[in-house]
Structures are given as C-alpha cells and as structure tokens.
C-alpha cells in the first residue's frame, strides 16, 4: 500500500468501470454505449474546427452550450428555461460528484435504492455521507411511499440502472411534493430511451436536480459532456464548486460537439427510435429462450435464465466475442445487463446464446 495514500484512499472501494478490453476485438454490449455514431453535423464541425485554437483557454461559463440546451428544453417541455438554469460538467459522473460536494455536509444522509447506479455508495464513502439504501421490491420497482418525508436528500436513476425500469412522471412528482426540504436528484442518464423527463418539474418545484448525459442517447460517451438542469439557486450553487475546484472542466472541441448535437434533433430521434425497435425485437427473442426480461425504458435490458447461471453464462459469451455487464452482487447475481447494439450485433448475441443454451 502506498505510504502517502491518505486515510480514506486507504480504505475506500473505487467504481469499477465495465470492461474497456483491449485483447481482441468484441461485440461490446457491457457499457452502454450507443453503437450508431455521432450526428453527422458533430462530426463535420469537429474536422471543419481552427485546432490552433486549442492554444487557448476554452469558455469557462459554457455559455453558449447552456443557452443551446436551455432553449431545447424551453422547446420541449413549453416553458422557459435560461441558460443559468443548466450546469455543464465533463460527463455525467463529474456532476454527480460536484453534487455531493456541494449539497451535503460530512454526516448528513442521502437515500437511493439497494440495487441502482455502483457508483453513488463510491461518492457517499467518499464524502462521508451517510447512504441509506431502500429497497426495491421483489419486481425489482421503486416503491415512491418509501421515499416520502425522508431527512435527507434522494437520487433516483430514472430509469434505474441496471434494472432498466422507469418511475412514471407523476411518480418521482409525488416524491418531490412528499420532500419539499430535500433535494431530489434525477439521474437521467437513460430517459431518452422511453421515460419521460422530470424537466418539467424544474419551473415548477425548487428541489428538483435533473441530470442528463451526452454519452447514450447522443452517441459521444468519449466527449465527456453532462448536464444538469434546476433552480437558479442549485445551479448556482454547483457552479460555486465548479469555479473552487476548476474553472475549465470543458474543452473546446466538446463544446461544439454539444452544440452541433442539439441542433441535430432528427438525428437523435431517429437513432434512438432504432434502439428502441431493437431492443424491443430482441426482448421477445430473449424470452422465446426462456430467459426472463424485465421491463426497459432504456438502452439495456436486464436479464436472467432459470437453467444457467448468469455468472456462468458472462464468462462462455466472452468466450465466444460478446461482453456483457454481469454484477455479483446481492439480488442480482444471477441477471445479466445487456446494452441493445445494432441489429446485427444482436442477432449475433441472440445466436451465441442459442448455441450456449443447446450445449
């Protein structure tokens, strides 16, 4: 152990991040990823870009990336929105992480359920905050009277990861009305795959936090670029951390990626509604082999057979080119998340699996 490693980096259990290998190549269906690429306009405006430019200091306030997603959303959801109403992180996990710097003092509690994203008990331990798990019930659903009138602020993934299931609007809307003094963090890293967004709720409570990412639904997990909309006060309170830790958190050239990808919204459309058509057609071929398929509102599904152990039937797929995300943990081990690819990779996954099962 390294002698100057301090106290808590000791003792702390980092996020293990799914496998980026480098072995061979695989069909990837282990992280996420969107497997159709950047808009077409995102990509031409990166070539056409003066790169000796890069000599100098991006935008420190983002400004003209935030007044672009803040009208999107004005568009969206009829109702204005500015640009102080959104925050600009560098990926999702960043915003989530200024989040607890900036909400929570050392002690206070946050509550979240027992099966969700791995890397909000990383951040807690980190922080010391005190994390209270809640329960999913048998079907793996939040149950939102579990979250009414909590001492401490709450994150939801909406939809929940890995388990791909989604609250309803009005849902996570009961939560916010039954915490009036709490903060409620909305992770929405999935919510363009069939959830509907708490953005709505931003003009209408001041203790909704709702946090989006660039890297699924528009296809750029390698920019790195999140964003999180609110209450003037809580983004103005994020970027009060932001400019205490580093003013520059957002290169040049992923600003106007992030640009140019929310001027493309045919695009986003479009490949999205083919993951979702996929996901669908492979959901039923899934089932059709026995295994059960929980109910997706995202670019995953979650998946589990009677007769073969999930942890069993990760290692024979990476045997054989496919990677999968398998979590051996409590509740779970014996599910496996399946990021939707194209239709040819799933038709492949779908064939390996026929074979997998004959044996």
Same mark, same amino acid.
């Given at each position: 152990?390294?002698?100057?490693?301090?106290?808590?980096?000791?003792?702390?259990?980092?996020?293990?991040?799914?496998?980026?290998?480098?072995?061979?190549?695989?069909?990837?269906?282990?992280?996420?990823?969107?497997?159709?690429?950047?808009?077409?306009?995102?990509?031409?405006?990166?070539?056409?870009?003066?790169?000796?430019?890069?000599?100098?200091?991006?935008?420190?306030?983002?400004?003209?990336?935030?007044?672009?997603?803040?009208?999107?959303?004005?568009?969206?959801?009829?109702?204005?929105?500015? /640009?102080?109403?959104?925050?600009?992180?560098?990926?999702?996990?960043?915003?989530?992480?200024?989040?607890?710097?900036?909400?929570?003092?050392?002690?206070?509690?946050?509550?979240?359920?027992?099966?969700?994203?791995?890397?909000?008990?990383?951040?807690?331990?980190?922080?010391?905050?005190?994390?209270?798990?809640?329960?999913?019930?048998?079907?793996?659903?939040?149950?939102?009277?579990?979250?009414?009138?909590?001492?401490? /602020?709450?994150?939801?993934?909406?939809?929940?990861?890995?388990?791909?299931?989604?609250?309803?609007?009005?849902?996570?809307?009961?939560?916010?009305?039954?915490?009036?003094?709490?903060?409620?963090?909305?992770?929405?890293?999935?919510?363009?795959?069939?959830?509907?967004? %708490?953005?709505?709720?931003?003009?209408?409570?001041?203790?909704?936090?709702?946090?989006?990412?660039?890297?699924?639904?528009?296809?750029? %997990?390698?920019? $790195?670029?999140?964003? %999180?909309?609110?209450?003037?006060?809580?983004?103005?309170?994020?970027?009060?951390?932001?400019?205490?830790?580093?003013?520059?958190?957002?290169? $040049?050239?992923?600003?106007?990626?992030?640009?140019?990808?929310?001027?493309?919204?045919?695009?986003?459309?479009?490949?999205? %509604?083919?993951?979702?058509?996929?996901?669908?057609?492979?959901?039923?071929?899934?089932?059709?082999?026995?295994?059960?398929?929980?109910?997706?509102?995202?670019?995953?599904?979650?998946?589990? /057979?009677?007769?073969?152990?999930?942890?069993?039937?990760?290692?024979?797929?990476?045997?054989?080119?496919?990677?999968? $995300?398998?979590?051996?943990?409590?509740?779970?081990?014996?599910?496996?998340?399946?990021?939707?690819?194209?239709?040819?990779?799933?038709?492949?996954?779908?064939?390996?699996?026929?074979?997998?099962?004959?044996?």
């Amino acid at each position: 152990m390294e002698k100057f490693w301090s106290d808590k980096i000791k003792e702390i259990e980092p996020y293990t991040p799914g496998e980026q290998p480098k072995d061979k190549k695989y069909i990837k269906l282990n992280t996420n990823e969107n497997p159709y690429p950047p808009s077409a306009k995102v990509i031409g405006k990166i070539e056409s870009m003066n790169l000796e430019d890069l000599k100098l200091y991006p935008d420190p306030d983002v400004t003209e990336l935030r007044k672009v997603i803040a009208e999107y959303f004005s568009n969206k959801i009829n109702d204005k929105i500015t /640009h102080k109403q959104v925050f600009i992180g560098n990926g999702s996990d960043e915003i989530l992480a200024f989040i607890f710097m900036t909400f929570f003092n050392a002690g206070d509690k946050v509550y979240y359920p027992d099966i969700t994203y791995s890397f909000y008990p990383v951040y807690a331990d980190l922080f010391n905050v005190k994390e209270i798990k809640i329960p999913l019930n048998d079907n793996f659903e939040i149950e939102i009277q579990k979250y009414f009138r909590l001492d401490g /602020h709450i994150i939801i993934t909406n939809p929940n990861a890995p388990t791909s299931i989604a609250l309803k609007l009005d849902e996570i809307e009961e939560i916010v009305k039954n915490n009036s003094n709490q903060l409620i963090i909305v992770d929405e890293a999935y919510v363009d795959f069939g959830a509907e967004s %708490a953005v709505k709720l931003i003009n209408k409570y001041d203790n909704v936090l709702v946090v989006q990412t660039f890297s699924k639904s528009r296809s750029m %997990a390698g920019t $790195r670029l999140g964003y %999180a909309l609110g209450c003037e006060s809580i983004i103005e309170g994020l970027n009060r951390l932001k400019f205490s830790f580093n003013s520059y958190t957002i290169d $040049r050239i992923s600003i106007e990626a992030g640009i140019e990808s929310f001027k493309d919204n045919e695009y986003f459309e479009k490949t999205n %509604a083919k993951i979702i058509q996929t996901r669908e057609k492979t959901s039923e071929k899934l089932k059709k082999l026995g295994f059960k398929v929980l109910n997706s509102s995202a670019n995953f599904i979650f998946i589990s /057979h009677k007769d073969i152990y999930a942890g069993d039937l990760y290692k024979e797929l990476k045997k054989n080119g496919v990677l999968v $995300r398998y979590f051996s943990k409590d509740r779970i081990d014996n599910y496996l998340r399946v990021t939707i690819g194209t239709d040819e990779e799933m038709e492949i996954f779908i064939e390996k699996l026929e074979k997998l099962l004959q044996k």
